[in-house]
């Protein structure tokens, strides 16, 4: 145990003493989750090449009349994502909305439901049956109530489904903002009667002939008319923060390369001789290697430890309000990282005992480190990719970020994913340490 | 408690190839090393040397043959085996952005060192290579010859009773050269440390060495003292003049044979770029044929630019085993 800890230690000196070391593990990923996550905290879909994102709609608004005017809002907000079918190729390409969804609009609740589940779409917009009724209030009984589209999202592909939510919301904000820019003109004129008699009556001739439609009283409320609600899979109510989303998953991903340049450091001291003097040590060889495994482990877990600590400060600081973004089961979140800790270094030693050399190790690892990157959602939507689903399964990304975002949305239930986290790190690591016992022999 | 430390039987090597013959580094090799002396592996580069210690130390198994250190098998009881020795490596191995101490606390604790025990011995070691008042400089800012007596420090620290030592003076310079062959016997002397040293330097084995092994394409083609070795090939004294004429007289060369009879070897080469004569004589005793050969120079009235007189060393022992010369 001494000597175990004698090694883990020394390595775990080694990395954090090392100002540019620290600069690769926290700094960067630190400062590339939060560029993405401030970048989504916005509207930034036009900025992102990515396109085609299959979204599904459901209206269930019913249109109510008023007067001689027909209000359908449910009817308007899908028209902004489902163009018309005589709609021209340019028209689509110009279109920002369109370019960057495929939506279809949907009849079937349960159908659009079970294509987030089984992801053909990233997400379902389900607007409510009361969503004009709601919205018109506003004109008639000069009330607010506020509509709540669901937002249902596909938690295996934060990052689209984050531009769908903003996408929404865009659309939102730009129907809310429409009415309270009327309801505000309005509201200058009623302040201005309050010096002008004439003008005062003049004003309340003109509301009872039915010329304001709009409810005075909203011209300084601050209420937005459009809500959204995101849901997850299993029904919880999410709230969608980039800032945790791009944390979890940029913190993983980095991760990754730091298993990989920690396990690669074995060959870099084989090379130097280092290794060699500790296995002339009396000390079991099978000792040495477990001791670097877990030294990845542990570099790993203080990685990402902090990194998800680092973001939940700088997304509270965007948010102007303190927050923990990654849940309230902080034990489960520490053995969560954990696992992802340990199922990367498991990983990573199995690149470094099939490596030769240290710059093949690096190589390897980095193509690795992106592979999974790519398999676990962190860029594009896998599921669109056909055969390429499955594979999704063996990487570390897909089931540590998706853990990190369930313990986030409140969902405890991640034993699934500890479960094949562990089991992957096992095995990767015991192949590895075979492999590369029996070359230390050779 | 026997006489001998290092036993091997039979070691061998062979490590196979994808697309090649398997490749024997190390060719049944057979010896014995005595308590408190300093071995020698001699060899030119790539016969085996690092090979054989690899194997003697417990970093690579052997294909055939084990080996016992103060009677423990490397194969079967290795740790037991790696308490009783240390090693030096021919790399500076060593964290260079660390410290000697951080160093020697790393390995002190490898070897089951803690405590004061530990820092006694790291204060005793860092004393012994005359770097206590670095002790706390990052490594990467020493020289070429004070990484290497750190690098000698880390593997004295749990006072193994065998230092392997792998050509430890590769790249430094004369200065601290001489100050590790010092340490080296000092470690013998002073604290009766059996060294196995290896070099392609004949020059350091024949001042070093108590016993020589030649090893050559993986194979042990010599073990003796320096005398013993010597006496193999008969012992020679090699007398090199330098004569300021691009030709001898055919009359010198005939008085030449005639003086001097097998044994007696003569060699005589033409020197191109000093436009002049190099004769070689190789000869038991030959000093002694030395003033006959001048006074016959000088009767032909040849000038003698200059004469170099070498008694048998391992270089003409090697070169009489192998028809190589060691650095070829």
Same mark, same amino acid.
Not at chain 1, 297 to 315: D, E, K, P, R, S
Not at chain 2, 81 to 90: D, E, F
Not at chain 2, 149 to 164: D, K, M, Q, S, T
């Given at each position: 145990?001494?000597?175990?800890?004698?090694?883990?230690?020394?390595?775990?000196?080694?990395?954090?003493?090392?100002?540019?070391?620290?600069?690769?593990?926290?700094?960067?990923?630190?400062?590339?989750?939060?560029?993405?996550?401030?970048?989504?905290?916005?509207?930034?879909?036009?900025?992102?090449?990515?396109?085609?994102?299959?979204?599904?709609?459901?209206?269930?608004?019913?249109?109510?009349?008023?007067?001689?005017?027909?209000?359908?809002?449910?009817?308007?907000?899908?028209?902004?994502?489902?163009?018309?079918?005589?709609?021209?190729?340019?028209?689509?390409?110009?279109?920002?909305?369109?370019?960057?969804?495929?939506?279809?609009?949907?009849?079937?609740?349960?159908?659009?439901?079970?294509?987030?589940?089984?992801?053909?779409?990233?997400?379902?917009?389900?607007?409510?049956?009361?969503?004009?009724?709601?919205?018109?209030?506003?004109?008639?009984?000069?009330?607010?109530?506020?509509?709540?589209?669901?937002?249902?999202?596909?938690?295996?592909?934060?990052?689209?489904?984050?531009?769908?939510?903003?996408?929404?919301?865009?659309?939102?904000?730009?129907?809310?903002?429409?009415?309270?820019?009327?309801?505000?003109?309005?509201?200058?004129?009623?302040?201005?009667?309050?010096?002008?008699?004439?003008?005062?009556?003049?004003?309340?001739?003109?509301?009872?002939?039915?010329?304001?439609?709009?409810?005075?009283?909203?011209?300084?409320?601050?209420?937005?008319?459009?809500?959204?609600?995101?849901?997850?899979?299993?029904?919880?109510?999410?709230?969608?923060?980039?800032?945790?989303?791009?944390?979890?998953?940029?913190?993983?991903?980095?991760?990754?390369?730091?298993?990989?340049?920690?396990?690669?450091?074995?060959?870099?001291?084989?090379?130097?001789?280092?290794?060699?003097?500790?296995?002339?040590?009396?000390?079991?060889?099978?000792?040495?290697?477990?001791?670097?495994?877990?030294?990845?482990?542990?570099?790993?877990?203080?990685?990402?430890?902090?990194?998800?600590?680092?973001?939940?400060?700088?997304?509270?600081?965007?948010?102007?309000?303190?927050?923990?973004?990654?849940?309230?089961?902080?034990?489960?979140?520490?053995?969560?990282?954990?696992?992802?800790?340990?199922?990367?270094?498991?990983?990573?030693?199995?690149?470094?005992?099939?490596?030769?050399?240290?710059?093949?190790?690096?190589?390897?690892?980095?193509?690795?480190?992106?592979?999974?990157?790519?398999?676990?959602?962190?860029?594009?939507?896998?599921?669109?990719?056909?055969?390429?689903?499955?594979?999704?399964?063996?990487?570390?990304?897909?089931?540590?970020?998706?853990?990190?975002?369930?313990?986030?949305?409140?969902?405890?239930?991640?034993?699934?994913?500890?479960?094949?986290?562990?089991?992957?790190?096992?095995?990767?690591?015991?192949?590895?340490?075979?492999?590369?016992?029996?070359?230390?022999?050779? | 408690?026997?006489?001998?430390?290092?036993?091997?039987?039979?070691?061998?090597?062979?490590?196979?190839?994808?697309?090649?013959?398997?490749?024997?580094?190390?060719?049944?090799?057979?010896?014995?090393?005595?308590?408190?002396?300093?071995?020698?592996?001699?060899?030119?580069?790539?016969?085996?040397?690092?090979?054989?210690?690899?194997?003697?130390?417990?970093?690579?198994?052997?294909?055939?043959?084990?080996?016992?250190?103060?009677?423990?098998?490397?194969?079967?009881?290795?740790?037991?085996?790696?308490?009783?020795?240390?090693?030096?490596?021919?790399?500076?191995?060593?964290?260079?952005?660390?410290?000697?101490?951080?160093?020697?606390?790393?390995?002190?604790?490898?070897?089951?060192?803690?405590?004061?025990?530990?820092?006694?011995?790291?204060?005793?070691?860092?004393?012994?290579?005359?770097?206590?008042?670095?002790?706390?400089?990052?490594?990467?800012?020493?020289?070429?010859?004070?990484?290497?007596?750190?690098?000698?420090?880390?593997?004295?620290?749990?006072?193994?009773?065998?230092?392997?030592?792998?050509?430890?003076?590769?790249?430094?310079?004369?200065?601290?050269?001489?100050?590790?062959?010092?340490?080296?016997?000092?470690?013998?002397?002073?604290?009766?440390?059996?060294?196995?040293?290896?070099?392609?330097?004949?020059?350091?084995?024949?001042?070093?060495?108590?016993?020589?092994?030649?090893?050559?394409? &993986? !194979?042990?083609?010599?073990?003796?003292? #320096?005398?013993? %070795?010597?006496?193999?090939?008969? $012992?020679?004294?090699? *007398?090199? +003049?330098?004569?300021?004429?691009?030709?001898?007289?055919?009359?010198?060369?005939?008085?030449?044979?005639?003086?001097?009879?097998?044994?007696?070897?003569?060699?005589?080469?033409?020197?191109?770029?000093?436009?002049?004569?190099?004769?070689?004589?190789?000869?038991?005793? &030959? !000093?002694?044929?030395?003033?006959?050969? #001048?006074?016959? %120079?000088?009767?032909?009235?040849? $000038?003698?630019?200059? *004469?170099? +007189?070498?008694?048998?060393?391992?270089?003409?022992?090697?070169?009489?085993?192998?028809?190589?010369?060691?650095?070829?």
């Amino acid at each position: 145990m001494y000597k175990l800890w004698t090694i883990i230690s020394n390595e775990i000196f080694q990395i954090y003493s090392d100002r540019n070391a620290l600069l690769i593990l926290l700094l960067t990923p630190l400062a590339v989750a939060s560029l993405i996550g401030f970048a989504f905290s916005d509207v930034a879909g036009e900025t992102i090449g990515i396109s085609n994102i299959p979204v599904a709609l459901v209206n269930h608004d019913q249109a109510v009349d008023q007067g001689e005017q027909r209000i359908a809002m449910g009817e308007s907000f899908t028209k902004v994502f489902v163009p018309p079918a005589d709609a021209t190729e340019q028209e689509l390409l110009d279109n920002e909305v369109w370019r960057l969804t495929d939506a279809v609009l949907l009849a079937d609740e349960r159908e659009a439901r079970a294509g987030v589940d089984d992801g053909r779409y990233v997400a379902a917009l389900i607007i409510p049956s009361d969503f004009s009724a709601n919205m018109s209030q506003l004109y008639t009984t000069f009330e607010s109530h506020p509509s709540t589209i669901e937002l249902y999202a596909n938690a295996e592909s934060p990052v689209l489904a984050a531009i769908v939510e903003a996408i929404a919301t865009s659309v939102a904000t730009r129907m809310n903002a429409g009415s309270i820019a009327i309801s505000s003109s309005i509201g200058s004129l009623i302040e201005l009667s309050a010096s002008d008699p004439e003008l005062a009556l003049q004003l309340q001739q003109a509301d009872e002939l039915g010329l304001f439609e709009q409810d005075f009283s909203q011209a300084f409320s601050q209420e937005d008319q459009i809500r959204f609600e995101r849901q997850d899979i299993s029904g919880n109510v999410a709230r969608f923060n980039p800032f945790m989303m791009f944390g979890a998953g940029q913190a993983v991903f980095f991760m990754m390369f730091t298993a990989m340049a920690t396990m690669n450091s074995i060959l870099r001291e084989r090379r130097e001789g280092l290794l060699a003097r500790q296995l002339a040590t009396p000390t079991d060889p099978g000792l040495v290697l477990l001791a670097r495994m877990l030294s990845s482990v542990c570099i790993c877990f203080v990685q990402v430890g902090m990194l998800l600590c680092a973001m939940n400060v700088i997304g509270s600081l965007f948010e102007g309000r303190w927050s923990w973004m990654y849940g309230n089961a902080i034990g489960l979140l520490i053995v969560t990282v954990l696992a992802i800790a340990w199922a990367a270094s498991g990983f990573a030693s199995i690149v470094t005992s099939l490596a030769r050399t240290p710059e093949q190790g690096n190589v390897i690892g980095g193509v690795i480190t992106i592979a999974m990157g790519m398999l676990g959602g962190a860029f594009f939507n896998v599921s669109s990719l056909g055969g390429l689903e499955l594979v999704r399964f063996l990487s570390v990304n897909y089931w540590g970020v998706s853990a990190l975002i369930q313990l986030a949305q409140g969902e405890n239930a991640v034993q699934s994913h500890l479960l094949v986290l562990t089991v992957l790190g096992t095995t990767t690591f015991v192949a590895g340490f075979l492999i590369f016992r029996k070359r230390l022999e050779a | 408690m026997t006489s001998l430390l290092v036993e091997a039987h039979g070691l061998r090597k062979v490590y196979r190839r994808a697309k090649a013959e398997p490749l024997v580094a190390v060719d049944h090799v057979d010896l014995a090393v005595e308590r408190g002396e300093i071995f020698s592996l001699l060899g030119p580069n790539g016969a085996g040397k690092t090979t054989t210690i690899s194997m003697l130390s417990g970093l690579v198994k052997p294909s055939e043959g084990d080996a016992t250190i103060d009677g423990y098998s490397i194969t079967r009881q290795p740790i037991a085996a790696k308490q009783r020795l240390g090693i030096v490596p021919q790399e500076i191995a060593l964290y260079d952005r660390f410290s000697p101490l951080h160093n020697l606390q790393f390995f002190g604790k490898l070897y089951g060192l803690r405590g004061k025990e530990l820092d006694m011995r790291i204060d005793e070691v860092l004393e012994l290579v005359d770097l206590t008042s670095r002790r706390n400089d990052p490594v990467q800012t020493f020289s070429g010859g004070m990484k290497r007596r750190v690098n000698i420090a880390a593997g004295l620290l749990h006072r193994p009773a065998l230092l392997f030592m792998d050509e430890p003076t590769v790249g430094i310079d004369p200065q601290n050269r001489r100050r590790v062959l010092d340490l080296i016997k000092h470690l013998r002397d002073q604290y009766g440390i059996t060294v196995f040293y290896t070099s392609h330097l004949m020059e350091e084995v024949q001042e070093l060495s108590d016993r020589i092994a030649i090893v050559d394409h &993986g !194979r042990l083609i010599a073990l003796g003292t #320096l005398r013993e %070795l010597v006496q193999q090939i008969g $012992e020679e004294d090699r *007398i090199t +003049l330098q004569i300021a004429q691009p030709t001898l007289p055919p009359q010198l060369l005939d008085q030449l044979h005639a003086a001097f009879p097998a044994p007696v070897r003569l060699d005589i080469q033409h020197d191109a770029e000093q436009n002049s004569t190099i004769l070689q004589m190789f000869a038991k005793q &030959g !000093r002694k044929q030395l003033p006959q050969l #001048l006074q016959l %120079l000088n009767d032909a009235e040849l $000038e003698v630019h200059s *004469i170099e +007189l070498r008694e048998p060393d391992l270089e003409a022992v090697f070169l009489a085993l192998t028809g190589r010369q060691l650095r070829d």
